[in-house]
């Protein structure tokens, strides 16, 4: 099962510029979380926002999370060549134990 | 800490033949495991949720039959796919939830080529 939609669903900028994802989901959460994946690798965590928080920062990311619009939104600054990756968004459910449920993905292309 | 290992990394096999992947939790005790499946392109679909010392609960499309889940110990999981035909190729990736504690940790993922 999918969460929804993640858009765009690819995006090409230049470095320094900023990127922003955006995630949709369609049930209650416990928190929302975004990760990483390089080109047929594994997945590198990013960020954890919980459901009575509505932002958070990490170094050059930022979340903001609305419950009322089951939304949240990635925003990496002054973007690196590095930062090429697909990003997904994933929610856990208010069940305790629950999976992980990951959105479609955006695929950002950074180049130099 | 809180490190998560598959095994193997990648496999290539036949068509017909099994496979078995491992996902074991090095430094975490694990009642619950869970699969997913990342095919090109796509996101990761969650396949089965996997608990120690009883049956596996599998999502909804997923055949049962065709991929075995044990969860034998508080530390390894095993996916195993039965005669396994060139639409399984896939990345197949595990997480574990330690028990009693929070958060979910995913393995690096084993890459399946079914030629």
């Known amino acids: 099962s999918q969460q929804g939609e993640e858009d765009p669903q690819a995006l090409s900028i230049q470095e320094g510029e900023n990127a922003t994802m955006n995630c949709s989901y369609k049930?209650?959460?416990?928190?929302l979380q975004w990760y990483r994946q390089n080109s047929g690798r594994g997945l590198v965590h990013l960020i954890l926002?919980?459901?009575?928080?509505r932002e958070k920062h990490s170094g050059r990311l930022r979340v903001t999370l609305d419950t009322s619009k089951k939304s949240s939104s990635l925003l990496i600054t002054a973007s690196r060549a590095a930062d090429t990756a697909s990003y997904f968004c994933?929610?856990?459910?208010?069940?305790?134990?629950?999976?992980?449920?990951f959105g479609k993905g955006t695929t950002l292309s950074v180049s130099s | 800490g809180a490190v998560v290992s598959q095994h193997p990394s990648w496999v290539i096999c036949k068509s017909g033949t099994s496979v078995k992947i491992e996902c074991r939790s090095l430094?975490?005790?694990?009642?619950?495991m869970f699969w997913y499946r990342q095919f090109p392109k796509q996101s990761l679909m969650l396949m089965a949720t996997?608990?120690?010392?009883?049956?596996?609960?599998?999502e909804q499309g997923v055949e049962k039959d065709k991929f075995l889940i044990n969860h034998a110990s508080l530390t390894l999981s095993t996916l195993t796919v039965t005669s396994a035909h060139p639409e399984d190729s896939s990345f197949y990736i595990c997480?574990?939830?330690?028990?009693?504690?929070?958060?979910?940790?995913f393995g690096p993922g084993t890459r399946l080529t079914v030629l």
């Open positions: 996997s608990n120690e010392g009883s049956k596996a609960t599998y």
């Open positions: 994933a929610t856990e459910g208010n069940q305790a134990g629950t999976a992980l449920i």
């Open positions: 049930t209650s959460i416990n928190n």
């Open positions: 430094d975490f005790q694990a009642t619950t």
């Open positions: 997480s574990a939830r330690p028990t009693g504690g929070l958060g979910q940790y």
């Open positions: 926002i919980r459901s009575n928080e």
